[in-house]
C-alpha cells in the first residue's frame, strides 16, 4: 500500500471547494506519454495553476497503470524542479468501471478515482459508488462518481445516445453514495466527433459546424438542489478548428470534427462545474504538430525532433485552457 501523500499528491476536496466558492474549474487532463505529462506540469507551474492528472482504460492499457503512477510521483518531483515548491497534483483515475480496479489504483498512490457506474441502473450505480466511496475515504482517497450518460466514444468507454442526468435524482445519488464529486451529462460527449453534422447547424458565414448549446438550465437546476456541490464535466475538448485544418492539411482526413464552444465552458467554469475533462484537444495538438514537422522535414527521424514542437503545442493548449477557459491561473 503506497499513499499518495508520501508521493506529493493532493486530493480533490480542498482544490474543488476553492474552485467551486472561486467561480473558476480545475483542468483535468488525460495524459499517455512523457510529453503530455512534462506539458502539462510546465503548463500548471507556469500559470501557477493546481492540475489533475489522468489516467483513462485506454491509457493504462497503453502506458501501463505502474508507469503512469510513477510519472505522476514524477511529475511533483519535475514540478519543484522548475520552481514550483508546493505543486497541486491529483493524480485521478478515470472512468474507472469495477471496485476492484479502484481499489487497486488506490492502493497504488492515486489520491482521486472515479467510478462510472453511470450505464447500470440506478440503484446499482448507488451500491457500486458506495463500496468505492467506503473504501477511498479510509485512506483519504476522494470519489467521483456519475449519473446520467454522455454520448460519444473515448477509449473504451462509449454510448451512442446521451441520458441528461436528472436533477431529481443527484440529492438522493450524492448522499446515499457519500461521492465527493459528481460528472453529469448537460450535453457534453467523448471524442473528436461530438456531433453529427445533422445534431448541428452550419454557420452561413464559415460553413463550419455549429454544435447544439449545452443545457444549462439542467446545470442550473442541479446546483440549486445541491448548492455547493462540486460538478464535474467529462468530454469538453473544443476541437480547436487551427489544430483539425493543420492535420487536414498535412495528410489528416478528419472531416466535420467538432467539440465543445469555449465561451460555453467559461460559462460553466463560473458555476459549480469545478472540473471540466480536456483529453481530444491534447491528442489533436500532439498530432497537429507532429504531422506539420515531418511533412516539413522529410529527411528527420529522430522522434526527439518531431516530439519537441509536439510538446510545445500541447503546452501552449493547456495554458490557453488555464487561462481563457479555466480561470485556474494563479491560484497556488
Ligand atoms: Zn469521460
Redesign the pocket.
Known amino acids: 500500500m503506497v499513499s499518495y501523500k508520501e508521493l506529493g499528491l493532493v486530493n480533490t476536496r480542498e482544490m474543488f471547494a476553492k474552485a467551486v466558492k472561486g467561480g473558476y474549474a480545475i483542468p483535468a487532463f488525460n495524459f499517455n506519454t512523457m510529453e503530455q505529462m512534462q506539458a502539462i506540469v510546465q503548463a500548471a507551474v507556469e500559470t501557477k495553476s493546481p492540475v489533475i492528472m489522468q489516467v483513462s482504460k485506454g491509457a493504462r492499457n497503453y502506458a501501463n497503470a505502474t508507469i503512469l503512477r510513477y510519472m505522476a510521483q514524477g511529475a511533483v518531483e519535475y514540478a519543484k524542479e522548475l520552481g514550483c515548491p508546493n505543486p497541486q497534483i491529483v493524480l485521478h483515475l ?2 474507472g468501471d469495477t471496485f476492484e480496479l479502484c481499489k487497486d489504483c488506490i492502493d497504488m498512490g492515486f489520491s482521486s478515482v472515479m467510478i462510472d457506474g453511470s450505464s447500470l441502473p440506478y440503484e446499482e450505480n448507488i451500491a457500486l459508488a458506495k463500496k468505492v466511496v467506503d473504501y477511498a475515504h479510509k485512506y483519504d482517497v476522494t470519489v467521483e462518481a456519475e449519473l446520467g450518460v ?1 454520448a460519444g466514444v ?1 477509449d473504451e ?1 462509449s454510448s451512442a445516445v446521451s441520458h441528461y442526468t436528472k436533477p431529481e435524482e443527484v440529492i438522493d445519488f450524492s448522499q446515499r453514495t457519500g461521492c465527493d464529486s459528481l460528472a453529469i451529462s448537460i450535453g457534453t460527449s ?1 471524442g473528436a466527433y461530438k456531433f453529427t453534422p445533422a445534431q448541428c447547424t452550419r454557420d452561413p458565414k464559415t460553413g463550419k459546424l455549429v454544435p447544439p448549446p449545452l443545457a444549462f438550465d439542467i446545470l442550473h437546476e442541479i446546483e440549486k438542489k445541491l448548492p455547493g456541490f462540486p460538478i464535474v464535466l ?2 469538453s475538448s473544443s476541437v480547436p478548428q487551427d489544430e483539425v485544418d493543420t492535420i487536414n492539411k498535412y495528410g489528416g482526413k478528419l472531416p466535420d470534427a467538432v467539440g465543445i464552444p469555449e465561451e460555453q465552458l467559461r460559462e460553466a467554469s463560473k458555476s459549480a462545474v469545478c472540473k471540466i ?1 480536456i483529453d481530444s484537444d491534447s491528442r489533436l495538438a500532439m498530432t497537429a504538430a507532429i504531422r506539420k514537422y515531418l511533412a516539413e522535414n522529410p529527411s528527420h527521424f529522430d522522434p526527439r525532433q518531431y516530439l519537441k514542437p509536439a510538446r510545445e503545442n500541447m503546452k501552449k493548449m493547456y495554458i490557453h485552457k488555464i487561462v481563457n477557459v479555466l480561470g485556474s491561473n494563479d491560484k497556488l
Open positions: 478515470d472512468h454522455l473515448e468507454v467523448h467529462h468530454g475533462n
